[in-house]
């Protein structure tokens, strides 16, 4: 049977299940210098989360590896080509995860416009500033999701039952799946912005998208919603780093464009701790923590697992995530 190493962790539960069938499971975290020097061509597998890079050199020196799997949505870190060229299929988890992320994005927003980090911040330094933290409602705004898939699609539901409308930009959605989330769909990003006071974003990271999210885009949004109130404008990012321009966002804060931003993600992981968007009072952030809770990691693990032996057993797998480049 198969030999596969997870380098950032796996649920037991997962571990369990693997083994049952008769797998073994390496759990241990290997340095870029162990990976590119070829220590996984000992494996038929290797399951990896965030942490762990997957290079095209990394891939070369692993050539008995038959399958590459990320425990979780994006495969930013596996070189998905380089898999491709050597005939390895790549597969993810993308479903595990969703519930986590959809409430963590509903947290941000909740959070950003009601003053939730900032006031216990206040409080934590002693303060009662009652009148100062004054927030805006959600509901009778209009949210701005930025891609449209399974996630943003549950953002909206929740979004709309707190009585938002819901826009959405995604030019690879077919419009009828928008026209059944009773959201209005937009040609452009620009327009979205345009129209939304409140942003959130679900797409890939990519070349189109890196920093797709600039200081031009905020400034396009209107600060005054829909229903007539001046609510400022709120910028959630629970996808991927490297969406929004980082130092665009400290300035649209500095300068009263953005009335507070909300990260998860962020282009270099770990920030700082002098990262300056930590500084800014109408800023609060989480460490990547979309899909933690103990729900979602259990989830996950198995799914990620079921993946993996599906491929190792020769089974048809719909979570194979480069098809196109296999040969």
Known sequence: MARIAATD?????????????GHEVVTKFYEKSDLESGVLDE?????????TKI???????????????????GVDN????????????????????TQSVVELTIAHLLTSVRNVAKSDRSMRAGKWEKKVMKGSELSGKNLGLVGFGRIAQSVGAVAQSL????????????????????????????TLFSNCTHISIHCNLTDETHHLVDYEMLKKMPGKSSDGITCGNHIVNCARGG???????????????????????????PVSKNYKLCQHPNFHATPH????????????????????????GRKKCEFIVNKTYLK
């Open 243 to 269: 969406i929004v321009n980082e130092d665009d966002l400290l300035r649209a804060l500095d300068e009263g464009i953005i009335a507070s931003a909300a990260l998860d993600v962020f282009e270099i992981e």
């Open 289 to 312: 923590i979309g899909a933690s809770t103990i729900e979602a990691q259990r989830r996950v693990g198995l799914d990620i697992a079921r993946n993996v032996m599906a491929v190792l």
């Open 9 to 21: 962790g796996l649920s037991a539960e997962a571990i369990a299940l693997l083994e049952r069938r």
């Open 78 to 97: 596996i070189d998905l080509e380089a898999a491709g060229n050597a005939g390895i299929p790549v597969v993810n988890a993308p479903i595990a995860s």
């Open 43 to 51: 494996f038929d597998a290797v399951i990896v989360r965030s942490a």
């Open 163 to 190: 009585g938002m409308t819901i826009h959405a930009y995604d030019p690879y959605l077919p419009p009828k799946i928008a026209k059944a989330h009773n959201t209005r769909l937009h040609k452009s990003v620009n």
């Open 55 to 73: 290079t095209a050199e990394v891939i070369n020196n692993s050539a008995n590896l038959k399958v590459i799997a990320r425990a979780g949505v």
